[in-house]
Protein backbone atom coordinates (compact mmCIF):
# COMPACT_ATOMS: atom_id res chain seq x y z
CA UNK A 1 0.00 0.00 0.00
CA UNK A 2 1.62 3.84 -0.75
CA UNK A 3 0.32 4.84 2.03
CA UNK A 4 1.71 8.47 1.23
CA UNK A 5 0.71 8.74 -2.57
CA UNK A 6 -3.57 7.91 -1.07
CA UNK A 7 -3.25 10.37 2.00
CA UNK A 8 -1.90 12.95 -0.55
CA UNK A 9 -4.48 12.29 -3.61
CA UNK A 10 -7.66 12.23 -0.59
CA UNK A 11 -6.03 15.49 0.39
CA UNK A 12 -6.18 16.58 -2.81
CA UNK A 13 -9.50 15.97 -3.55
CA UNK A 14 -10.67 17.36 -0.31
CA UNK A 15 -8.63 20.75 -0.79
CA UNK A 16 -10.56 21.14 -4.02
CA UNK A 17 -13.95 20.67 -1.89
CA UNK A 18 -13.02 23.15 1.07
CA UNK A 19 -11.80 26.01 -1.43
CA UNK A 20 -15.62 26.86 -2.42
CA UNK A 21 -17.12 26.10 1.56
CA UNK A 22 -20.19 28.11 0.44
CA UNK A 23 -21.27 25.89 -2.37
CA UNK A 24 -20.43 23.00 -0.80
CA UNK A 25 -21.25 23.15 2.61
CA UNK A 26 -23.47 26.24 2.89
CA UNK A 27 -25.70 25.34 0.85
CA UNK A 28 -27.24 21.69 2.08
CA UNK A 29 -27.43 23.83 5.03
CA UNK A 30 -29.86 26.68 3.75
CA UNK A 31 -31.41 23.71 1.89
CA UNK A 32 -32.04 22.30 4.94
CA UNK A 33 -33.23 24.96 7.15
CA UNK A 34 -35.81 25.53 4.41
CA UNK A 35 -37.31 22.11 5.03
CA UNK A 36 -37.49 22.64 8.29
CA UNK A 37 -39.25 25.25 7.85
CA UNK A 38 -41.77 24.18 5.39
CA UNK A 39 -42.64 21.00 5.95
CA UNK A 40 -40.94 20.54 9.70
CA UNK A 41 -42.96 23.85 11.36
CA UNK A 42 -45.55 24.99 9.67
CA UNK A 43 -47.01 21.53 7.57
CA UNK A 44 -45.97 18.97 10.80
CA UNK A 45 -48.52 20.91 13.11
CA UNK A 46 -51.48 19.62 10.45
CA UNK A 47 -49.53 16.09 10.29
CA UNK A 48 -48.92 14.94 13.85
CA UNK A 49 -47.38 12.41 14.97
CA UNK A 50 -45.64 9.15 12.78
CA UNK A 51 -44.38 5.99 14.50
CA UNK A 52 -44.91 8.30 17.83
CA UNK A 53 -42.84 11.27 16.97
CA UNK A 54 -43.32 14.52 16.20
CA UNK A 55 -43.21 15.02 12.19
CA UNK A 56 -40.10 17.11 12.55
CA UNK A 57 -38.54 14.85 14.07
CA UNK A 58 -39.71 11.98 11.47
CA UNK A 59 -38.46 13.52 8.77
CA UNK A 60 -35.34 15.12 10.36
CA UNK A 61 -33.19 11.43 9.43
CA UNK A 62 -34.49 11.48 6.07
CA UNK A 63 -32.90 14.78 5.01
CA UNK A 64 -29.52 13.71 6.48
CA UNK A 65 -29.73 11.42 4.47
CA UNK A 66 -30.65 12.94 1.11
CA UNK A 67 -27.65 15.16 1.98
CA UNK A 68 -25.49 12.20 2.50
CA UNK A 69 -26.24 10.78 -0.93
CA UNK A 70 -26.14 14.09 -2.97
CA UNK A 71 -22.64 14.98 -1.95
CA UNK A 72 -21.44 11.69 -1.74
CA UNK A 73 -22.18 11.09 -5.49
CA UNK A 74 -22.18 14.79 -7.01
CA UNK A 75 -18.64 15.37 -5.38
CA UNK A 76 -17.16 12.49 -6.82
CA UNK A 77 -18.58 12.59 -10.43
CA UNK A 78 -18.03 16.34 -11.06
CA UNK A 79 -14.57 16.04 -9.71
CA UNK A 80 -13.87 13.24 -11.56
CA UNK A 81 -15.33 14.61 -15.15
CA UNK A 82 -13.20 17.62 -14.31
CA UNK A 83 -10.35 15.52 -14.07
CA UNK A 84 -11.06 13.88 -17.61
CA UNK A 85 -11.50 17.14 -19.37
CA UNK A 86 -8.72 19.04 -18.16
CA UNK A 87 -6.24 15.64 -18.36
CA UNK A 88 -5.07 15.78 -15.09
CA UNK A 89 -6.23 12.01 -14.57
CA UNK A 90 -3.82 10.97 -16.46
CA UNK A 91 -1.65 12.37 -14.33
CA UNK A 92 -2.66 10.37 -11.70
CA UNK A 93 -2.96 7.56 -13.77
CA UNK A 94 0.91 7.33 -14.27
CA UNK A 95 2.12 8.15 -10.33
CA UNK A 96 2.98 4.58 -8.55
CA UNK A 97 -0.40 4.24 -7.18
CA UNK A 98 -2.50 0.84 -7.90
CA UNK A 99 -6.11 0.71 -8.89
CA UNK A 100 -7.42 0.54 -6.03
CA UNK A 101 -5.58 2.64 -4.16
CA UNK A 102 -6.76 5.72 -7.24
CA UNK A 103 -9.83 4.67 -6.59
CA UNK A 104 -9.67 5.11 -2.90
CA UNK A 105 -8.40 8.26 -2.65
CA UNK A 106 -11.22 9.66 -4.22
CA UNK A 107 -13.43 7.49 -2.43
CA UNK A 108 -12.21 8.08 0.90
CA UNK A 109 -12.19 12.08 0.05
CA UNK A 110 -15.73 11.85 -0.96
CA UNK A 111 -16.72 9.88 2.12
CA UNK A 112 -14.82 12.49 4.64
CA UNK A 113 -16.65 15.45 2.81
CA UNK A 114 -20.23 14.07 2.60
CA UNK A 115 -19.63 12.70 6.37
CA UNK A 116 -18.89 16.29 7.46
CA UNK A 117 -21.74 17.63 5.66
CA UNK A 118 -24.07 14.98 7.65
CA UNK A 119 -22.52 16.22 10.72
CA UNK A 120 -23.37 19.74 10.08
CA UNK A 121 -27.10 19.09 8.73
CA UNK A 122 -27.32 17.24 12.18
CA UNK A 123 -26.23 20.14 14.13
CA UNK A 124 -28.42 22.78 12.41
CA UNK A 125 -31.15 19.83 13.07
CA UNK A 126 -30.88 20.65 17.06
CA UNK A 127 -31.28 24.50 16.39
CA UNK A 128 -35.08 22.47 15.88
CA UNK A 129 -35.07 19.98 18.00
CA UNK A 130 -33.64 18.01 20.93
CA UNK A 131 -33.44 14.18 20.51
CA UNK A 132 -31.01 11.07 21.50
CA UNK A 133 -29.28 9.14 19.08
CA UNK A 134 -30.90 5.04 20.10
CA UNK A 135 -28.19 3.16 18.27
CA UNK A 136 -24.95 5.15 17.75
CA UNK A 137 -22.68 2.38 16.65
CA UNK A 138 -25.38 1.36 14.02
CA UNK A 139 -26.13 4.88 12.68
CA UNK A 140 -22.25 5.58 12.57
CA UNK A 141 -21.83 2.37 10.07
CA UNK A 142 -24.61 2.80 7.83
CA UNK A 143 -23.60 6.22 7.31
CA UNK A 144 -20.38 5.42 6.66
CA UNK A 145 -21.99 2.22 3.96
CA UNK A 146 -23.65 4.73 2.17
CA UNK A 147 -21.60 7.47 2.08
CA UNK A 148 -19.12 4.63 0.32
CA UNK A 149 -21.42 3.56 -1.97
CA UNK A 150 -23.19 6.30 -3.50
CA UNK A 151 -19.20 7.97 -3.62
CA UNK A 152 -18.64 4.25 -5.64
CA UNK A 153 -21.71 5.21 -7.94
CA UNK A 154 -20.38 8.65 -8.65
CA UNK A 155 -17.21 7.22 -9.47
CA UNK A 156 -18.35 5.18 -11.96
CA UNK A 157 -21.09 7.54 -13.35
CA UNK A 158 -17.54 9.89 -13.53
CA UNK A 159 -15.67 7.50 -15.65
CA UNK A 160 -18.93 6.38 -18.01
CA UNK A 161 -20.07 10.28 -18.77
CA UNK A 162 -18.57 12.29 -21.71
CA UNK A 163 -20.14 15.53 -20.03
CA UNK A 164 -21.55 17.07 -17.02
CA UNK A 165 -25.15 17.07 -18.68
CA UNK A 166 -24.71 13.38 -17.73
CA UNK A 167 -23.48 13.45 -14.69
CA UNK A 168 -26.29 15.44 -13.74
CA UNK A 169 -28.61 13.21 -15.15
CA UNK A 170 -28.39 11.02 -12.58
CA UNK A 171 -29.34 12.99 -9.48
CA UNK A 172 -31.98 15.33 -10.82
CA UNK A 173 -33.75 12.66 -12.68
CA UNK A 174 -33.31 9.07 -10.51
CA UNK A 175 -31.54 9.80 -6.88
CA UNK A 176 -34.08 12.64 -6.19
CA UNK A 177 -37.45 11.45 -6.52
CA UNK A 178 -36.30 8.05 -5.30
CA UNK A 179 -35.03 10.03 -2.24
CA UNK A 180 -38.46 12.07 -1.90
CA UNK A 181 -40.43 8.43 -2.67
CA UNK A 182 -38.06 6.80 0.13
CA UNK A 183 -39.94 7.80 3.06
CA UNK A 184 -38.51 11.28 3.92
CA UNK A 185 -41.57 12.88 4.52
CA UNK A 186 -43.64 9.77 5.48
CA UNK A 187 -43.81 6.25 6.48
CA UNK A 188 -44.94 3.73 3.98
CA UNK A 189 -47.17 2.40 6.49
CA UNK A 190 -49.42 5.21 5.66
CA UNK A 191 -49.59 4.24 1.80
CA UNK A 192 -52.34 1.56 0.03
CA UNK A 193 -51.06 -1.69 0.49
CA UNK A 194 -50.25 -2.22 -2.94
CA UNK A 195 -48.14 1.50 -3.04
CA UNK A 196 -46.28 -0.51 0.30
CA UNK A 197 -45.09 -2.82 -2.10
CA UNK A 198 -43.84 -1.09 -4.52
CA UNK A 199 -41.91 0.56 -2.15
CA UNK A 200 -40.30 -2.33 -1.29
CA UNK A 201 -38.25 -2.06 -4.38
CA UNK A 202 -36.83 1.46 -4.13
CA UNK A 203 -33.12 0.86 -2.47
CA UNK A 204 -33.22 3.98 -0.88
CA UNK A 205 -36.11 3.36 1.36
CA UNK A 206 -34.11 0.77 3.46
CA UNK A 207 -31.59 3.01 3.61
CA UNK A 208 -33.60 6.56 5.02
CA UNK A 209 -35.43 4.10 7.13
CA UNK A 210 -32.12 2.11 9.01
CA UNK A 211 -30.71 6.21 9.18
CA UNK A 212 -34.56 6.88 11.16
CA UNK A 213 -34.03 3.36 13.50
CA UNK A 214 -30.34 4.64 14.22
CA UNK A 215 -31.97 7.69 15.61
CA UNK A 216 -35.10 6.77 16.66
CA UNK A 217 -35.01 3.04 16.86
CA UNK A 218 -38.25 2.88 14.11
CA UNK A 219 -37.80 1.85 10.57
CA UNK A 220 -40.71 0.69 7.78
CA UNK A 221 -38.01 -2.54 6.90
CA UNK A 222 -35.83 -4.39 8.60
CA UNK A 223 -32.72 -2.51 9.96
CA UNK A 224 -29.79 -5.69 10.07
CA UNK A 225 -31.15 -6.28 6.17
CA UNK A 226 -30.52 -2.60 4.94
CA UNK A 227 -27.36 -2.79 6.83
CA UNK A 228 -26.32 -6.00 5.03
CA UNK A 229 -27.48 -5.11 1.65
CA UNK A 230 -25.04 -1.95 2.07
CA UNK A 231 -22.29 -3.79 2.82
CA UNK A 232 -22.31 -6.59 -0.20
CA UNK A 233 -23.34 -3.57 -2.49
CA UNK A 234 -20.09 -1.50 -1.08
CA UNK A 235 -18.13 -4.58 -2.02
CA UNK A 236 -19.66 -5.32 -5.49
CA UNK A 237 -19.52 -2.02 -6.92
CA UNK A 238 -16.08 -1.62 -5.82
CA UNK A 239 -15.03 -4.84 -7.87
CA UNK A 240 -16.36 -3.10 -10.65
CA UNK A 241 -14.96 -0.10 -9.81
CA UNK A 242 -11.53 -1.59 -10.29
CA UNK A 243 -12.59 -3.68 -13.43
CA UNK A 244 -13.11 -0.36 -15.21
CA UNK A 245 -9.95 1.03 -14.04
CA UNK A 246 -7.78 -2.54 -15.11
CA UNK A 247 -9.59 -2.60 -18.81
CA UNK A 248 -9.30 1.26 -18.89
CA UNK A 249 -12.75 2.12 -19.64
CA UNK A 250 -13.15 5.91 -20.81
CA UNK A 251 -9.78 6.89 -19.17
CA UNK A 252 -7.29 5.66 -21.10
CA UNK A 253 -6.74 7.32 -25.06
Known sequence: MNTIGLITLTRKEL????????QTLGSPIVTTLLYFTVFGLSVG??????DGLPYIQFIMPGLVMMNLITTAFGGISSGFMMAK????LSDILVTPLSHLEIILGFTLSSVIRSVLTALLIYATALFFLPFEIQHPFYLLTITILVAFVFSLLGLIVGIWAENFEQVSF??????????FLGGI?????????????????NPLLYMISGMRYGFYGVSDVNPWAALGFL???????TIFTVYLFSIGYKIRT
Open 45 to 50: RFVGEI
Open 185 to 201: FYSIKMLPPLFQQISHF
Open 231 to 237: ALLTAAL
Open 15 to 22: MRFLRVPF
Open 85 to 88: LMNT
Open 170 to 179: IPTFLLMPLS
